[in-house]
């Protein structure tokens, strides 16, 4: 995933009070961007219901969570769980 291996631009997608955050990285070079889900809870784990996504997220038809045992590309959940410190990357 290239945009990743560069410099880029970070735009957060959700508000900061929640559990979890949402950001978009855009290149600088003409990469494709991707999105992330983070859950900023260290400890416990977050549910992210559906009218919690951003229509932007909701948009992107592939999820991967890069902090699973085998990391695969799935279709995008309508709702999901995020482990303690998940990351789940969508393109």
């Known amino acids: 995933i290239p945009v990743l291996g560069e410099?880029?631009?970070w735009r957060t997608l959700?508000?900061?009070s929640q559990p979890f955050l949402f950001l978009r990285k855009d290149s600088d070079t003409g990469?494709?961007?991707v999105?992330?889900?983070i859950n900023k809870n260290l400890?416990?784990?977050t549910t992210v219901e559906d009218w919690m996504m951003p229509q932007e997220i909701k948009?992107?038809?592939?999820a991967m969570t890069l902090t699973a045992e085998k990391i695969a590309e799935?279709?995008?959940p309508k709702a999901f769980v995020l482990d303690?410190?998940?990351?789940?990357?969508f393109m």
């Open 7 to 9: 410099e880029g631009t």
């Open 14 to 16: 959700s508000d900061y």
């Open 31 to 33: 990469n494709k961007p």
């Open 35 to 37: 999105w992330v889900c």
């Open 43 to 45: 400890i416990g784990v």
């Open 59 to 62: 948009n992107l038809s592939k």
């Open 74 to 76: 799935e279709p995008v």
């Open 84 to 89: 303690p410190a998940d990351v789940v990357l």
